[in-house]
């Protein structure tokens, strides 16, 4: 069996990096850009990587409306996590801690005057 995390990758990702990643002077230069936006006007989805050698930045160029899928994809899953932990939350609001305070800090470095100003602040904001 192959080891998943030794493995050179797959001829599909190759593919992708061959078709889909450009330099940002393949994008400047050329008429690639424009190539790429022409396909958006024909309905692909297909979202192409542009990098530059001199800096670390990497960009997206995706079609509009599967961009925006996306964004509503993700702010469904938020929106079915956020409600999710307010569950957890209310059925966990009377529960006791049995866990004792220097292993819940863990590694956490506070002296105790950072607590007790923590503590402060914490009761303003529920009053």
């Known amino acids: 069996m192959v080891d998943k995390e030794k493995s050179f990758g797959h001829s599909v990702d190759l593919d992708f990096i061959k078709n889909n990643v ?6 400047k230069r050329g008429n690639r850009l ?3 936006l022409e396909t958006y006007e024909h309905g692909a989805n297909d979202f192409y990587v ?3 050698t001199q800096q ?3 960009a997206v160029i995706a ?3 599967f961009f925006t899928e996306l964004l509503r ?3 469904l899953l938020d929106a079915i996590h956020d409600e999710h932990m307010q569950k957890v939350m209310l059925i966990r609001k009377d529960d006791e801690a049995k866990i004792p305070l220097k292993e819940a800090l863990g590694d956490e470095d506070l002296d105790f005057n950072e607590i007790i ?3 402060d602040q914490f009761d303003e904001v529920i009053d």
């Open 56 to 58: 670390k930045g990497k």
């Open 73 to 75: 994809a993700k702010e």
């Open 22 to 27: 450009f330099g940002i002077t393949d994008i």
């Open 63 to 65: 079609n509009l409306d």
């Open 50 to 52: 542009v990098q530059s």
């Open 117 to 119: 100003a923590m503590a």
């Open 34 to 36: 424009n190539e790429i």
